[in-house]
């Protein structure tokens, strides 16, 4: 018998079976040594570059253009030109065929899309490719939808083009906020000049390879590449008539500043420090998913991330423990692994900037919760973390920290509730979680903040408008209202 059981004993059978990698395999993007910019349809050459690289591992991806003043300027050159010989004048149904074409070529080309955006970018690839890339081809869909009904839109108002939009977005959400942008402009008869930002410009450029894809005219869409330094001169070039741009507060009132008194049209969308209210009758676990949704999505690199949880205080154990349970079964780790629900930070300078914010927090005197996970050696990443006995005053309760970080505070009544989560200079999202329907609508009508979500967080849908009150910004995406900032009115 003995002999019998020895060889079993040796056979490697696995002993643990809580997980196995799934990783995406990331042979389905070709990425290119070098990029320049695509201007006028054409691709120009840099005379500078710098390496852009993968936040997981700090693998070089490529070289990409450092845009001069000068070469902004020939790619807003470019879509003036583009807008006067025909883009502006033609007829809304054939606008609306290329934004078709686009949000088609975006749906078959998705995977690709999403390992990129994963790849530059760090977010979870289940992210990328259930939320992202989605939402980014449901955007040109649905302003397809509105090119040729525009008249319908605005009765009586006769919509027109404003002319060359400068656009300016973010690394959180790469290609879904140039979705964002370049959709309703396109609709509207603009067109673009877009700036993606310096870390994640990659699934900018490939989406280039769309637009040529699609056979959308020379100088329509132009994408040129670069630091702020670049954005700034897009901000300043004369011949733009408008300017998006979304960001942090502090770079979009300097733009405020700069635009101020040259006629220049502008939207702002900027940061968010988003109260998440969980009243005592709502349901507990339903409530803990949303909260972990609202703020670990993205690594909690979201303008709208409900980075304050308001919990009243009769359920504030029970849901503290149950936040705290469910925190530690999430996986933190390689982005390209389908089973990450957390992936890593997007720049070193990002994670310097959380990391100081969560010192400050136990300096001032809360408690810190972070649960056993072990990270990557190489690249950046941070521990999902909560923050409870949080007074209102600490930095961790008023900044945007724009990392996996949440601050817990109490309260007792719904206008405690309501007074301390509109004390804070931003209003971009919110969310309560309650079974009572009335008491839904009393606080969204007195939460001074753009979106409210009900008993769900993070939701977002092209029909949907979506901006700022106060310090998160001014001017709307998304929905009828996204149009209006492409359009000029004569009446
Ligand atoms: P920025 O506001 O600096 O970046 C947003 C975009 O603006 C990028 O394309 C950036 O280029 C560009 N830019 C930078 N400076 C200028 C300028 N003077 N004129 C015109 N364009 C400019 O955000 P950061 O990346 O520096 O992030 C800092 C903080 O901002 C984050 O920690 C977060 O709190 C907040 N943030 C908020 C976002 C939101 O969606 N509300 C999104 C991103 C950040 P480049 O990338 O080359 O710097």
Redesign the pocket.
């Known amino acids: 018998m003995a002999e019998i059981d020895k060889p079993q004993r040796e056979v490697d059978v696995p002993g643990d079976w809580t997980y196995a990698s799934a990783p995406e395999s990331r042979d389905i993007v070709h990425i290119r040594d070098r990029y320049g910019y695509y201007v006028g349809g054409e691709w120009l050459e840099p005379a500078e570059t710098y390496e852009t690289i993968s936040p997981r591992d700090e693998e070089p991806l490529a070289a990409v253009g450092q845009a001069t003043a000068e070469d902004v300027g020939r790619a807003v050159a470019a879509a003036r030109t583009a807008y006067a010989d025909g883009w502006s004048s033609l007829p809304g149904s054939e606008r609306a065929k290329y934004l078709f074409r686009i949000a088609r070529i975006l749906q078959e080309r998705s995977r690709e899309f999403a390992v990129l955006e994963s790849l530059n970018g760090g977010k979870p690839i289940k992210e990328s490719r259930d939320v992202d890339l989605p939402l980014a081809a449901a955007h040109f869909f649905y302003y397809a939808g509105w090119a040729d009904k525009l008249e319908y839109a605005f009765p009586n108002r006769r919509p027109r083009p404003v002319g060359v939009a400068g656009q300016?977005?973010?690394?959180?959400f790469p290609l879904l906020m140039l979705a964002w942008k370049v959709a309703p402009a396109l609709a509207c008869g603009n067109t673009v000049v877009l700036?993606?930002?310096?870390?994640t410009p990659l699934t900018a450029l490939l989406f280039c390879d769309v637009l040529r894809q699609a056979e959308l005219p020379d100088g329509v869409v132009n994408i040129v590449t670069?630091?702020?330094r670049t954005?700034?001169a897009l901000?300043e070039s004369e011949d733009v008539d408008k300017i998006a741009?979304?960001?942090?507060t502090e770079?979009g009132k300097?733009?405020q500043r700069r635009l101020a008194g040259t006629g220049k049209r502008l939207t702002l969308?900027?940061?968010?420090k988003a109260a998440n209210i969980v009243f005592d009758d709502a349901a507990l676990d339903q409530a803990v998913e949303g909260i972990v949704n609202g703020i670990y999505f993205n690594q909690g690199h979201v303008?709208c991330a409900g980075s304050r949880l308001f919990v009243q205080e009769s359920i504030y154990e029970p849901l503290v423990a149950k936040l705290e349970r469910r925190l530690t079964t999430l996986r933190v780790g390689d982005p390209l692994d389908k089973n990450s629900d957390v992936g890593a930070i997007n720049s070193a300078a990002?994670l310097e900037?959380i990391r100081e914010l969560v010192a400050s927090g136990v300096e001032e005197g809360a408690e810190i919760y972070q649960p056993p996970c072990v990270l990557p050696e190489k690249g950046y990443w941070f521990v999902p973390t909560v923050f409870t006995n949080v007074a209102q005053s600490y930095r961790i309760a008023q900044e945007?920290i724009?990392g996996p970080v949440l601050s817990v505070l109490t309260f007792r009544t719904p206008e405690e509730a309501l007074e301390k989560a509109n004390n804070t200079p931003y209003g971009l999202s919110a969310g309560v979680w309650t079974e009572k329907g009335s008491r839904i609508l009393w606080m969204a009508q007195r939460l001074r903040a753009g979106v409210v979500w009900a008993n769900t967080f993070n939701r977002f849908d092209p029909g949907s408008p979506f901006g700022g009150y106060k310090e998160s910004g001014f001017g709307r995406e998304g929905g009828r209202h996204g149009l209006e900032p492409y359009l000029r009115f004569d009446e």
């Open positions: 300016i977005i973010p690394w959180n700036k993606p930002a310096e870390t670069g630091d702020g954005g700034a901000v741009f979304t960001g942090s770079v300097e733009i969308e900027l940061g968010g303008c990002q900037k945007e724009f």
